[in-house]
Each structure stands twice: as C-alpha cells, then as structure tokens.
C-alpha cells in the first residue's frame, strides 16, 4: 500500500521565519504535488513536479517555493511565513501511468502567528 | 483554463434517501474525471474515476459530455457516507499531472 509521510501534522510558526514541510512517499511515484487546503475554497495546487529536480507552479505558487533533491522526498518551503498562509497542507504522489489516482498524506496543519 | 463547480457546499439528508453530489466542468480538451473523499480524521482518498466506470461503496458517477457534468450518486446514503467529497478534473492525459479540485461538498447522512 502506498505510503505518503508528511514530517508534522501540526505546526506553529511566527510571522517572518522559514518553514519548511516535508514530505516522502514510499512507492518510486514520479510525480509529487503540494495543495492547500481552506474551507470553502477546497484543494488549490502550490507546486508540482514530476521528476527529481524538476518543478512547476501551480495555482498558487506565490510565497512558497519547493525542493526535489530526491525521487521519494518533496518539500515545501515558506520563505517567511505570513497569517494568510495558515492552513492545511497536503502532500500527494502519483504513478505516470494513465489514470493512476493521487495518494495523500495525512496533512499538515500550520498555523502561523 | 479549466474549472470545476461544486455548487453545494453543504448537503443534508436522512438514512435511506437518495444522494446527487454535484459537479460541473470547464475543460475544451479531453476531461478525466474523478471523486474523492475525506472521511473525517482520514486522509483524502480516491472514491471513483470516470474512466472505470465502475461502483464504490454503492456511489455511481457518469461523465456527461453535453452537459459538462459528472455528478455523484448513491440511491440509498448511509451514516458512514458522512464525509467530503470533492470532484477533480485532470488536463493532462490522465496521468494526474495536474488535478484541479473543485470546492468540496460535505455530505452529512442524518439517522
């Protein structure tokens, strides 16, 4: 069964610091995203990639940033952590093949103060 | 740029009754289309994808082009449906590449 770690499930910063969120997955996927999620507003993508190194915006990319130096580790970054970026965030990996459904972690719930 | 609309946020009914969670699209290319859900305290999981056709814990979706919908059923709900669910859509020739979500429905099952 697939596996989808998310290093914290629950984490409080001060506005201004460095966050960083990790996440590893067990099974070889090639492709790892980063959402958030908000009532209301559901699931957004921050970034994605689909290869070690490689990386791409997604929806809303602004205020963060993401590190690939490994096929089974995606981390997230705050570069200086604001209220506006409390929320849940979930870690999800998937297969290239055709269809292969996304695997989440079990989120990591920042709150910044 | 595509979109995908739940327009219920919150769904209520009782035990026994018939459930339609729904979900509507905007995509000009080829949509794949899926269901998940998040049973409280669990991670968000796959439900069903369109492309299988098939039926999940009794809940059934069909992809209907000329409407752009892929609405979510369940002819009788149960208490342990009590959860949300959240339609995504994917652009990428099915590989997940990149899922857009809709904004989630919570369905409440009351005894």
């Known amino acids: 069964d697939v596996k989808v770690t998310q290093s914290s499930r629950y984490l409080v910063k001060r506005t201004g610091e460095k966050v960083f969120l990790e996440c590893v997955q067990d099974?070889?996927?090639?492709?790892m995203f980063w959402y958030r999620q908000d009532p209301g507003l559901g699931l957004r993508l921050i970034y994605f990639s689909y290869d070690v190194k490689m990386k791409e915006k997604g929806d809303i990319p602004e205020g963060y940033s993401v590190s690939r130096e490994k096929k089974e580790r995606f981390s997230l970054i705050l570069e200086s952590a604001s209220t506006n970026q409390t929320s849940m965030y979930l870690c999800a990996s998937s297969s290239v093949q055709g269809n292969s459904p996304l695997h989440f972690g079990n989120g990591t719930r920042l709150t910044v103060t | 740029a595509q979109r995908v609309t739940q327009p219920e946020k919150l769904l209520s009914v009782f035990k026994g009754a018939p459930v339609e969670l729904k979900c509507n699209y905007s995509y000009s290319g080829s949509p794949e289309l899926f269901w998940y859900v998040q049973y409280s305290r669990q991670r968000l999981q796959l439900l069903l994808r369109?492309?299988s056709r098939e039926s999940i814990k009794g809940f059934t979706a069909d992809l209907n082009k000329g409407e752009t919908s892929f609405h979510l059923k369940k002819p009788f709900a149960q208490e342990e449906d009590s959860a949300m669910y959240y339609c995504a859509l994917s652009t990428s020739g099915g590989s997940n590449y990149k899922l857009t979500f809709g904004k989630g429905t919570l369905l409440t099952v009351n005894p």
């Open positions: 099974m070889d996927h090639e492709n």
């Open positions: 369109h492309i």
